[in-house]
């Protein structure tokens, strides 16, 4: 299901990416725009995050009420292979952003392009940018644990849950993993 491109918010007003993203998904998962961003609906929804003087640091709240969850996340999109699903965010760290979030919309296997909303500064006009290119912004995000790439799908919507699952053992394989070279890395300094 295609979207229309001038539909999706491309542009920060504050420090809310993730909210944009997850305006973002909502837009792609249903078709519809939850409202605009020169609304009072869309400043309430600042607020609500905690967006407007710093980080989304409440943006679960949004999701929620959205009605968006993130059904897998990893740190990088090997998982599924040739065909990736959408939306899916993608953390980065860029000059003249910091760390951002993004979403990727559409992807073109034949070419390896793929085209990412908020991110106008790397991007071309519409949004496209080449795979070769994503690893300049990815390479800085492993500091962020294990949240590279986020896939979002409506909440209750079942055709996610084997992989909602398989993303959950990975993540407790991936922490376990990480605990264990901490406590090792603990043992030589003492």
Known sequence: MKRKWDKYINKNKYSECQLITALNAYY?????????????????????????Y????????????????????????????????????????????????????DYVKKCDCYRITNFKRVTYSDGWIFGRDLYKYKNFCYTRDYEVYRLFGLKGDKKHLSLKRKSKRDMKKFFETYKKSYIEKCKEIC
């Open 28 to 52: 792609y998962l249903t078709g519809k725009q939850y409202c605009k961003q020169d609304s009072q609906e869309y400043e309430d929804l600042v607020d609500l995050i905690g967006a407007r």
């Open 54 to 105: 710093g980080g989304a640091i409440g943006i679960e709240k949004a999701w929620k009420k959205l009605g968006v969850e993130v059904v897998w996340q990893g740190i990088g999109l090997g998982d599924f292979g040739t065909s990736i699903p959408l939306p899916i965010e993608f953390n980065v760290w860029a000059p003249g952003y910091g760390f951002h979030s993004t979403l990727m919309v």
